[in-house]
């Protein structure tokens, strides 16, 4: 499978390189928790040199991608170092791909191992007839599955082969939704994930090794795989695993495991304050009484509820702004003293920002324009997507990120709108594009358009407008139905309105705007 590689210009501190080095240096804390294991930062190093001993005997190498479908579980961490330490590069997906999606990343990566979940072994084990690149399926928790148990072949693997790789080195391939309607594989580079691990511990997450950090968001995420995972384990903190987020279940935990840093999204923060478990009197006030510092990325924090959090808590939210080609922390409000309401902070140590008009000529303060971002932190391309690189990347290293923004003379930065029409839906993105792909191979839909609408609990949730064909009657039904068996759920309308006519521009173009006013 590999295809071989030199050390470049020597070691790079990468999250194997930072495991080993902090393990040699608190061996005995503790590095993660969660409802099946409690493992020391020996231990953790120990599980992960077992797990690179597997995925080598396998021939996984330099140039090979190993693919990790699974959830907040303790094989992930151990996978994920394993694949670095062994050269390779991970592929993360979300264990609530639709099938089609899953199928497109897997063949789309060339990924010759897969480490998935119980839930999901079964399905790609069916697809490996139309995977020829994928060789082996290893499984967690293999009981109902004809394939070899992860655990298993990790307790019975041996020494592995030390391999530095360089800071250019791919590390990564995270697959994001693209305009086109599919998916494209942001290459990060061992660099570009370590740099934002430096940054984003200099900024806006600011953690030692005495904290114990929340993670409850899904680690295939870039937000909490390189913030929370890799920043964790880079200072030696204890890392708290959550396989998914219940307002009081996870308050409990936190107040169990005395968490001290929360890495959040805004829907985490509107269930607690919308269930009332964090009113005055309240028992889930109780897991939070630990907590120092409380992070929301991934979407935009609605300024109501950073504020009633904080006169309910008395703990002010820091929040960020980045995305999955920045690796992914661009800013953040801890840049500064004082955070202001709506902003979402300054750049990041050594990221460099611009907003630009059409032309790319810088905007004056006070103006909108497309924020561009460059630094070490900023992705190499998309993976066999030249198109699509040179739309992203300048020649000098800029990268568009499609997002419209606003910064006043202090240079803090205002979100204002999103160019390329991204709905944001739990802090994942879902393109119109793609949903509208789905929508047009039902045979009654002559046109669709997607667009984003404001939600209180998710932040945004899509809504879709069809126009049916001449003579044909739309089913609803029907369509929610194919929508949920081709996308994820988060990407699944909500609302699906029969229109007689969609608003158009001259040039044909979907006038999403007015539609949103619908």
């Known amino acids: ?80 170092a394993g694949v670095l330490r062994a050269g390779a590069a991970f592929v993360p997906l979300l264990p609530g791909l639709a099938p089609d999606e899953l199928r497109h990343a897997l063949a789309d990566s060339g990924t010759s191992v897969a480490v998935v979940g119980a839930e999901r072994a079964a399905e790609v084990a069916a697809l490996r007839a139309e995977l020829p690149d994928l060789e082996h399926l290893l499984v967690v928790d293999a009981a109902e599955v004809d394939a070899p148990d992860w655990d298993e072949e990790v307790a019975g693997a041996g020494t592995p082969e030390l391999i530095e790789r360089s800071p250019e080195d791919l590390a990564a391939l995270v697959y994001t939704s693209g305009t086109t309607g599919r998916p494209k594989g942001a290459m990060l580079t061992r660099g570009n994930l370590s740099a934002n691990q430096t940054q984003s511990l200099a900024g806006r997450f600011e953690v030692g090794e005495d904290d114990v950090v929340l993670l409850v968001l899904p680690l295939a995420h870039i937000y909490a795989l390189n913030v929370g995972l890799g920043a964790c384990i880079a200072v030696g903190a204890t890392m708290l695993l959550v396989e998914r987020f219940e307002p009081a279940a996870t308050l409990e935990a936190m107040r169990e495991h005395r968490a001290s840093v929360v890495l959040g999204a805004p829907p985490m923060y509107v269930a607690w304050l919308e269930g009332g478990y964090v ?194 009657q739309i089913d609803v039904g029907e369509l929610e139905a194919r929508c949920r068996e081709q996308l994820a759920r988060y990407k699944v309308p909500t609302r699906i309105e029969v229109v007689d006519h969609l608003p158009y521009t001259a040039t044909g173009k979907v006038r999403r705007r007015l539609l949103r006013s619908v």
């Open 279 to 472: 009113d005055d009197g309240s028992v889930g006030r109780q897991g939070l009484e630990s907590v120092r510092l409380a992070v929301s990325g991934a979407a935009p924090l609605p300024v109501q509820t950073l504020t009633r959090f904080a006169d309910l808590t008395g703990i002010v939210i820091e929040e960020g702004y980045g995305l999955t080609e920045a690796a992914p922390s661009v800013s953040a409000t801890s840049m500064a003293p004082r955070p202001r309401p709506g902003s979402v902070g300054l750049p990041l140590p050594e990221v460099e920002l611009r907003l630009v008009d059409d032309d790319g000529v810088d905007v004056e303060p006070g103006d909108p324009g497309e924020v561009w971002v460059r630094g070490p932190n900023v992705f190499q391309g998309y993976w066999n997507d030249p198109e699509a690189t040179e739309a992203a990347l300048t020649a000098d290293g800029w990268l568009r990120t499609g997002d419209v923004g606003t910064q006043d003379h202090d240079g803090f930065l205002y979100l204002v709108d999103r160019l390329r029409d991204l709905i944001i839906v739990n802090g994942f993105n879902v393109y119109p594009r793609e949903v509208e792909r789905v929508l047009h191979t039902v045979g009654s839909v002559a046109a669709a358009a997607v667009v984003g609408e404001p939600h209180r609990l998710t932040g945004e949730t899509v809504v879709a407008h069809v126009v049916p064909r001449e003579g044909a």
């Open 1 to 80: 499978m590999g295809r071989g590689g030199t050390p470049g210009d020597g070691p790079v501190p990468d999250l194997a390189r930072r495991l080993r080095e902090t393990a040699a240096r608190v061996p005995e804390r503790t590095a993660l928790v969660s409802a099946t294991a409690r493992w020391s930062y020996s231990e953790l190093h120990d599980r992960v040199d077992r797990a690179t001993a597997l995925l080598q005997r396998l021939g996984v190498g330099p140039g090979d991608r190993v693919a990790l479908v699974l959830g907040n579980v303790p094989a992930f961490l151990e996978a994920y």
